[in-house]
Each structure stands twice: as C-alpha cells, then as structure tokens.
C-alpha cells in the first residue's frame, strides 16, 4: 500500500494567487481529514469527510478556504485567495475503523509559503 | 468538547536515561481512542499506538510502554533507556467514535506536542 499521498511536498506562491493542495486517501479508508500544523496553534483539524460527504468544517478557518472530496480516492484543499498567514504545513489522514486497523495513516505533508 | 493536554513542553535528557511524557484529556464519550504519534525533524507523523477507552492494559513495545488510567484521563508514555534517535515531537491525541456508523472514527484531537531532546 502506497500510504496517504499528498501533492505537491512543497509550495511557493504571493499573496493572493489561489493554492490547490491534493490528497489521495488509502483504498479501502472511508474517512478522510485535512490538519494544518503551525507553531503558534500546534496541529489543528480544519475539515473532515465520512464516506465523502462533509461532517465537520467548523475548523475551516474562513470563506477562503474550501475542500471537496468527489470520490473515495481523491480530496482537494484549495485556497483563494491565499495569504502569509497560511503558510503551514498540511496534513490529509485517511482512516477506516476496525479492530486490525489502528486508525489514522498521515500523509507526509505538504509545506505551504505565501510571500 | 474534547480536549488533549501535554504539560510537558520540552524535554530534554542524556542518552540511556529513561523518560516519561504525560498526557491528560478531557471528553464526554464514553467510547474513544487515544493514540500517540512521533513527529521527527523530517516532519512526517508516525504512529505508536492506539489504546481503546474500554481496555485499560498497559502496553510494552521494545523500550516504550503506556500506562492508560481512565480514572485520572491520563494517557502517559515512557521511554526506556532513551536513544538519540528518540529525539522528536510526541504527540497525544483523542478520537471519538464517529456517529456515523461502526467503520468510521470521529475527528482527532493533539495535544500540543512534547518536543524531547536526547543528548547523547
């Protein structure tokens, strides 16, 4: 199993451009979660997804950003417009509930720059 | 709400010294599961364990154990004989279970981390 994938690894962009960060979850999970980590607010859950459909997105912090998951195997984080504040690393996870399964595989990540 | 916390901000310790991270939390349901990720310098999360809130053993795995007390919410994590390579950000985190049916977890929540420093 190829594990959680995430693209790019690393992104640069100004302020204002609109920024796509993907994710493909671990066949077979049915869950499906997108963190961002910074030193200020440690790692935080921004958005997450039950069978594809949307649960919980209270942790989106505003209108600018928006995720979408249209099928079992891929999910998208998009921001627009982006801002240096944003600049963080972003994690998906994907899981499935089960006695053998442990729960949450992460992905490596993927570290944003706005300048 | 739930709720994770790692009093512990930073460690730091001489190789072969054993070490203990604490981890306490807050939650309403009376079913969940509790983990633990180390996070190295190169970033990625990787996972040491899932405990579930019905089974209070405690668990030995090489030089780590965790000692899991529903009566204190205290979730904690020792590493015995500590290496450099133990040198990381450890994370605790709570899960509900997901409402959504029996194959689904809820959102996790970290504590904010305990960054440990092996000297050697």
């Known amino acids: 199993d190829a594990g959680v994938i995430q693209s790019p690894r690393h992104e640069v962009t100004e302020m204002g451009q609109e920024v796509t960060l993907r994710c493909k979850p671990i066949s077979g999970h049915n869950s499906l979660f997108w963190y961002r980590q910074t030193m200020m607010r440690g790692l935080e859950l921004l958005i997450y997804?039950?069978?594809?459909?949307?649960?919980?997105d209270s942790g989106m912090p505003e209108d600018r950003f928006s995720a979408k998951m249209p099928n079992a195997s891929f999910s998208t984080l998009k921001i627009q417009p982006s801002e240096p504040r944003d600049s963080a690393v972003y994690f998906c996870a994907s899981s499935r509930r089960g006695p053998s399964n442990y729960g949450y595989t992460f992905g490596s990540g993927t570290r944003l720059t706005v300048v | 709400a739930q709720k994770v916390t790692q009093a512990q901000t930073e460690i730091s310790v001489v190789e072969k010294e054993d070490v203990t991270l604490d981890c306490v939390y807050e939650t309403r349901d009376t079913t969940y599961y509790l983990f633990w990720y180390k996070q190295p310098p190169s970033g990625e999360l990787v996972f040491l364990i899932r405990?579930?809130?019905?089974?209070?053993q405690n668990e030995i795995s090489g030089r780590y154990s965790w000692n899991f007390q529903k009566s204190t919410s205290s979730f904690n994590f020792t590493i015995t004989a500590s290496q450099v390579v133990d040198s990381a950000v450890y994370f605790c985190?709570?899960?509900?279970?997901?409402?959504?049916?029996?194959?689904?977890?809820?959102?996790?929540?970290f504590g904010q981390g305990t960054i440990l420093t092996v000297h050697p």
């Open positions: 405990r579930n809130s019905f089974d209070e």
């Open positions: 985190a709570l899960s509900e279970a997901s409402n959504a049916g029996g194959t689904s977890y809820g959102k996790l929540t």
């Open positions: 997804f039950n069978n594809n459909v949307p649960i919980d």
